[in-house]
């Protein structure tokens, strides 16, 4: 059941099950052995993506129901084809009324069936809360909202509606009383004065408290998904909500229609490592032979995977960045970093960035989730004499400093990352009074002991979604050094990687993980993995590109913009700009689209809280006005016509290595053809599948080229984990990896702009005497940017 290859697929209303069949023989002729679908359990109406779930345990009859899964199913088998699906055992969507155990909870609280369900503190450090959830979804504050007439109460008293959107179910005991009260539309109308003093009576005997969404950072007594208040941590820990979460699944595989699963957000459970062996159990009791079972992970520097869990590795964010990585020139990174301090005025190395951004974020986005891990620890203190009198101030301001040292997602308390909490423990005792260093030193003996699990399950739940925020969704939207070393998964510390260490990395994971998933484009990124190749360019012409920038800056319209922000903005012009430009209008929208959430996400001049209104328009004016501008717009095309070649050349090389290096190959939907995508909702525009089953195809910039490349290296793909790197010898054996997997010899270029032509192929004499296993380097790539020999 181990796949040979998956084809992803995000299916949502306007691509259901019914339109993946027609595909099942397209994926086969392609190589793939299955496809890899997107969550498929009931989420949130209309929802693109499908993380939003509402009812784990039914499939998402928008998609088709479990009769158009079946269905694709059997197509697919008919081909020979399985299906990997992708879960998520982390949260659910809430603050509608579309959440039956969400719902339940409301209206029962503590006593609700399904109160263990969701990853709520009943009783939180304010006495007035207990018993209760915070409920932070109206759009103003609560005295507002109650006279405003956004609070109302439903004809028959079962629930109060709150802007006509979200449902507040009404106790029983409530109901029953309302019943005998009459016109109670007038009785409790918020507008008047009578009305709103009945309206908040009734409310504050409910279970849950409502709140402006403002106060959810820092009074929530729940875990979110990050920080978004839709979607409500589950305690998966429990049995019955593993139960409940996996049947599904658990019974798909059972039966045959699945082979395998991707667990989404693995580090936001309470225990890793044990969820990880329990479902490998739980798969293992539902069929013979071995489920393929990846999990979400975002490794930090030097951090493996835990070989303890049972998975077959990762779901490739690994190595998208260390592939990335090999195709980025080490020339490029001081002159690019120079120019970007001195242009932006922001900090020079990415580790600075970061830094700041997690004290921002920890403060800003996530005090509360500080607060009640704070209070975990102080009770245990307060409980030995030893420790009686160490503060809450104390413990919180320790934490505090920890939080914004620990540069990975979890400790993973008495396993391999104990040395990394001890090194961020050492770095933090310089941010706090020397007085309190002691303090540190007694947090990490406890998170490294048995005594204090649910305090230190709450501060590895805090210090990776801490992660999420600061890096990715913050951090790398601030550092524009070069785009396409910033995306999900990469260190952006890393400007690139040498053949030697990028062959270590694969060495490494086919040692422990040979079967891991190797993608190079997700549902999750911020650009597409041609877009990336080709911004890889920069880095091997960085004179030529920045004197480019500087003078597209000072003849475009740029007044009021930030000249960072103007920086990341060509940037994204020049790495995701069609191959020609018929319709630049269509993709300035696209580029202004994708600046929004940019800026938004820096959190600099704008922000999803407070969105600078003003400052977006004056930046998506210059994304129009640029590509309106005849002579910018000319001047565009004709730079990325000179780096295209080398672009798509990269591209290629990124595919072959996806392609034939142990693990699992992942290809996203639509990356069979160029992908010049941006961030989402981008990277999940329809797909023109029609074009991808046609005809050959003379011209590279089709896409074609690339969709031959990965047929033949699938065809051609070694199974097995005996990987061996193998030198170049020769005037250019730095601009050549080669390796060989059980008898098939790879070769591919790397860092060879200069030599490519616009056609694709290279200068011959450019190669020199460059050889591999005694094969003339010039000669094996003449025909195309690879080679595969057995």
């Given at each position: 059941?181990?796949?040979?290859?998956?084809?992803?697929?995000?299916?949502?209303?306007?691509?259901p099950?019914?339109?993946g069949?027609?595909?099942?023989?397209?994926l086969?002729?392609l190589?793939i052995?299955h496809?890899y679908?997107?969550?498929?359990?009931?989420a949130?109406s209309?929802s693109?993506?499908?993380?939003d779930v509402?009812?784990?345990?039914?499939?998402?009859?928008e998609l088709?129901?479990?009769?158009?899964f079946?269905a694709l199913?059997?197509a697919?088998?008919?081909e020979?084809?399985?299906?990997?699906?992708?879960?998520?055992?982390?949260?659910?969507?809430?603050?509608?009324?579309?959440?039956r155990?969400?719902?339940?909870v409301?209206?029962?609280?503590?006593g609700?069936?399904?109160a263990?369900?969701?990853?709520?503190d009943?009783?939180?450090?304010?006495?007035?809360?207990?018993?209760?959830?915070?409920?932070?979804?109206?759009g103003?504050?609560?005295?507002?909202?109650?006279?405003?007439?956004a609070?109302?109460?439903?004809?028959?008293?079962s629930?109060?509606?709150a802007?006509?959107?979200?449902?507040?179910?009404i106790?029983?005991?409530?109901?029953?009383?309302?019943?005998?009260?009459?016109?109670?539309?007038t009785r409790?109308?918020g507008?008047?004065a009578e009305?709103a003093?009945?309206?908040?009576a009734?409310?504050?005997?409910?279970?849950?408290?409502?709140?402006?969404?403002?106060?959810?950072?820092?009074e929530?007594?729940?875990?979110?998904?990050?920080d978004?208040?839709?979607?409500?941590?589950?305690?998966?820990?429990?049995?019955?909500?593993?139960?409940a979460?996996?049947?599904?699944?658990?019974?798909?595989?059972g039966e045959?229609?699945?082979?395998?699963?991707r667990?989404?957000?693995?580090?936001?459970?309470?225990?890793p490592?044990?969820?990880?062996?329990?479902l490998?159990?739980?798969?293992?009791?539902?069929?013979?032979g071995?489920?393929?079972?990846?999990?979400?992970?975002?490794?930090a520097a030097g951090e493996?995977l835990?070989?303890?869990?049972?998975t077959?590795?990762?779901s490739?964010?690994?190595?998208m960045?260390?592939?990335a990585?090999l195709?980025?020139?080490?020339?490029?990174?001081?002159?690019?970093?120079?120019?970007?301090?001195?242009?932006?005025?922001r900090?020079?190395?990415?580790?600075e960035e970061?830094?700041?951004?997690?004290?921002?974020?920890?403060?800003?986005t996530?005090?509360?989730?500080?607060?009640?891990?704070?209070?975990?620890?102080?009770?245990?203190a307060?409980a030995?004499?030893a420790?009686?009198?160490?503060t809450?101030?104390?413990?919180?301001r320790?934490?505090?400093a920890?939080?914004?040292?620990f540069?990975?997602?979890?400790?993973?308390?008495g396993?391999?990352?104990?040395n990394?909490l001890?090194?961020?423990?050492?770095?933090a005792?310089?941010?706090?009074?020397?007085?309190e260093t002691?303090?540190?030193?007694?947090l990490?003996?406890?998170?490294q002991g048995?005594?204090?699990?649910?305090?230190?399950?709450r501060?590895?739940?805090?210090?990776?979604?801490?992660?999420a925020?600061?890096?990715?969704?913050?951090?790398?939207?601030?550092?524009?050094?070069?785009?396409?070393?910033?995306?999900v998964?990469?260190?952006?510390d890393?400007?690139?990687?040498?053949?030697?260490?990028?062959a270590?990395t694969?060495a490494?994971?086919a040692?422990d993980?040979?079967h891991?998933?190797?993608?190079?484009a997700?549902?999750d990124?911020?650009r597409?993995?041609?877009?990336?190749a080709r911004?890889?360019?920069?880095?091997e012409m960085?004179?030529?590109?920045?004197?480019?920038?500087?003078?597209?800056?000072?003849?475009?319209i740029?007044?009021?913009?930030?000249a960072g922000?103007?920086?990341?903005?060509?940037?994204?012009?020049?790495?995701a700009?069609?191959?020609?430009l018929?319709?630049?209008?269509?993709f300035a929208?696209?580029v202004?689209?994708?600046s929004?959430k940019?800026l938004r996400?820096?959190?600099?001049r704008?922000?999803?809280?407070?969105?600078?209104?003003?400052y977006?328009?004056?930046?998506a004016?210059?994304?129009?006005n640029?590509?309106?501008?005849?002579?910018?717009r000319?001047?565009?095309t004709?730079?990325?016509?000179?780096?295209?070649?080398?672009?798509?050349?990269?591209?290629i090389?990124?595919?072959?290595?996806?392609?034939t290096?142990p693990?699992?190959?992942?290809?996203?939907?639509g990356?069979d053809?160029?992908?010049?995508?941006?961030?989402?909702?981008?990277n999940?525009?329809?797909?023109?599948?029609?074009?991808?089953q046609?005809?050959?195809?003379?011209?590279w910039?089709?896409?074609?080229?690339?969709q031959?490349a990965?047929?033949?290296c699938l065809?051609?793909?070694?199974?097995?984990?005996?990987?061996?790197?193998?030198?170049?010898?020769?005037a250019?054996?730095?601009?050549i990896?080669?390796?060989?997997v059980?008898?098939l010899?790879?070769?591919?270029?790397?860092?060879?702009?200069?030599?490519?032509?616009?056609d694709l192929?290279?200068?011959?004499?450019?190669?020199?005497?460059?050889?591999?296993?005694?094969?003339?380097v010039?000669?094996m790539?003449?025909?195309?940017p690879y080679?595969?020999?057995?």
């Amino acid at each position: 059941m181990i796949p040979r290859a998956t084809y992803r697929i995000q299916f949502h209303r306007d691509f259901p099950f019914e339109a993946g069949i027609p595909l099942a023989g397209y994926l086969k002729s392609l190589g793939i052995s299955h496809l890899y679908a997107s969550p498929i359990g009931t989420a949130r109406s209309g929802s693109t993506h499908g993380y939003d779930v509402v009812d784990p345990t039914v499939i998402n009859p928008e998609l088709g129901g479990e009769e158009g899964f079946r269905a694709l199913a059997a197509a697919l088998k008919a081909e020979g084809l399985g299906i990997i699906l992708d879960i998520v055992p982390n949260h659910m969507a809430v603050g509608a009324a579309d959440n039956r155990w969400w719902m339940d909870v409301l209206e029962h609280g503590p006593g609700s069936d399904y109160a263990r369900f969701f990853d709520i503190d009943w009783e939180p450090t304010d006495p007035a809360m207990h018993g209760k959830l915070l409920a932070p979804f109206l759009g103003m504050a609560y005295g507002e909202a109650l006279r405003s007439g956004a609070l109302t109460l439903e004809a028959d008293g079962s629930a109060v509606m709150a802007h006509g959107t979200h449902r507040f179910p009404i106790r029983r005991e409530d109901r029953a009383a309302l019943a005998s009260e009459g016109d109670l539309a007038t009785r409790y109308d918020g507008r008047t004065a009578e009305g709103a003093e009945r309206l908040h009576a009734l409310l504050e005997r409910q279970h849950y408290r409502l709140a402006w969404w403002r106060t959810a950072g820092d009074e929530i007594n729940w875990r979110r998904f990050f920080d978004i208040t839709e979607l409500a941590g589950l305690r998966v820990e429990e049995p019955a909500v593993f139960d409940a979460v996996h049947a599904l699944p658990l019974r798909l595989y059972g039966e045959g229609l699945i082979d395998g699963v991707r667990v989404d957000h693995v580090d936001g459970l309470a225990d890793p490592g044990g969820y990880c062996r329990r479902l490998r159990a739980a798969l293992d009791a539902q069929r013979e032979g071995s489920a393929y079972l990846i999990v979400e992970k975002i490794l930090a520097a030097g951090e493996p995977l835990p070989t303890d869990w049972r998975t077959d590795g990762t779901s490739g964010y690994d190595f998208m960045n260390q592939v990335a990585g090999l195709l980025h020139d080490p020339a490029g990174e001081a002159p690019l970093t120079r120019h970007w301090h001195e242009l932006s005025g922001r900090a020079a190395d990415f580790a600075e960035e970061e830094h700041a951004a997690r004290i921002e974020i920890l403060e800003r986005t996530f005090p509360g989730q500080l607060d009640a891990v704070a209070a975990a620890f102080h009770q245990i203190a307060r409980a030995d004499l030893a420790t009686r009198d160490v503060t809450l101030g104390m413990i919180r301001r320790a934490l505090a400093a920890i939080l914004v040292q620990f540069t990975a997602y979890r400790s993973y308390g008495g396993q391999s990352l104990d040395n990394r909490l001890v090194r961020a423990a050492t770095a933090a005792k310089e941010a706090v009074p020397p007085s309190e260093t002691a303090v540190i030193d007694i947090l990490v003996g406890w998170m490294q002991g048995p005594d204090a699990r649910d305090a230190t399950r709450r501060f590895e739940q805090l210090s990776a979604p801490l992660a999420a925020k600061s890096v990715e969704d913050t951090a790398f939207y601030r550092y524009g050094r070069l785009l396409s070393r910033t995306d999900v998964g990469f260190d952006a510390d890393r400007f690139s990687l040498s053949p030697a260490e990028f062959a270590a990395t694969v060495a490494a994971r086919a040692a422990d993980y040979p079967h891991a998933m190797l993608t190079t484009a997700t549902h999750d990124h911020k650009r597409g993995e041609d877009v990336r190749a080709r911004l890889a360019v920069l880095s091997e012409m960085p004179d030529a590109w920045i004197e480019t920038a500087t003078r597209w800056a000072e003849l475009s319209i740029a007044e009021g913009i930030d000249a960072g922000d103007c920086y990341q903005v060509l940037q994204t012009l020049v790495g995701a700009c069609p191959f020609v430009l018929d319709d630049p209008e269509s993709f300035a929208e696209r580029v202004v689209q994708w600046s929004q959430k940019a800026l938004r996400e820096a959190k600099l001049r704008s922000s999803w809280t407070l969105p600078g209104e003003a400052y977006e328009a004056r930046v998506a004016a210059f994304i129009q006005n640029f590509l309106k501008s005849t002579e910018l717009r000319g001047e565009l095309t004709d730079f990325v016509a000179r780096i295209a070649p080398a672009g798509a050349v990269n591209g290629i090389v990124q595919a072959v290595l996806r392609s034939t290096l142990p693990g699992v190959p992942d290809c996203y939907q639509g990356a069979d053809f160029w992908d010049l995508s941006l961030v989402d909702p981008d990277n999940r525009r329809p797909v023109d599948y029609t074009a991808r089953q046609g005809g050959t195809s003379g011209d590279w910039r089709t896409g074609k080229v690339k969709q031959t490349a990965i047929a033949e290296c699938l065809a051609a793909k070694s199974t097995g984990a005996a990987f061996t790197p193998v030198e170049a010898t020769g005037a250019r054996a730095g601009n050549i990896f080669a390796f060989q997997v059980n008898d098939l010899l790879v070769v591919v270029p790397i860092r060879c702009a200069e030599a490519v032509r616009p056609d694709l192929s290279f200068d011959a004499a450019w190669w020199g005497n460059t050889e591999v296993n005694g094969f003339r380097v010039d000669q094996m790539l003449a025909d195309k940017p690879y080679a595969l020999i057995r």
